[in-house]
Nanobody, 117 residues
Framework: QVQLVESGGGLVQAGGSLRLSCAASGNIFSFNVMAWYRQTLGKTREFVAR???????NIADPVKGRFTISRDSAKNNVYLQMNALEPEDTGAYYCRLQQRAGMYSYWGQGTQVTVSS
């Protein structure tokens, strides 16, 4: 079993920054993919960014240029640096870990991000 704990959410004004963290523990294989998703108001959960154990990552178009994903593979932690935040970024942000080619998938409980205008 794998546990994911997100932190770093909060209230910020438009144009501000936040850094989300996700700590993974448990039965984690050496190769895995960690990602961030979000669920904003009125929308289904959507992909934000992903990064694998080798450090290869990609960012969703809506946040490209504003958000950056990174990880500390030794600690099984993943981070999401969010800059130039907009009210439309408000929502719950979830960490996900996949391993064995997606056969196993785990989610965190989420952390709330609120961006005021």
């Amino acid at each position: 079993q794998v546990q994911l704990v997100e932190s770093g959410g909060g209230l910020v004004q438009a144009g501000g920054s936040l850094r989300l963290s996700c700590a993974a523990s448990g039965n984690i294989f050496s190769f895995n993919v960690m990602a961030w998703y979000r669920q904003t108001l009125g929308k289904t959960r959507e992909f934000v960014a992903r990064i694998d154990s080798a450090g290869t990552g990609n960012i969703a178009d809506p946040v490209k240029g504003r958000f950056t994903i990174s990880r500390d593979s030794a600690k099984n932690n993943v981070y999401l640096q969010m800059n130039a935040l907009e009210p439309e970024d408000t929502g719950a942000y979830y960490c996900r870990l996949q391993q064995r080619a997606g056969m196993y998938s785990y989610w965190g409980q989420g952390t709330q991000v609120t961006v005021s205008s």
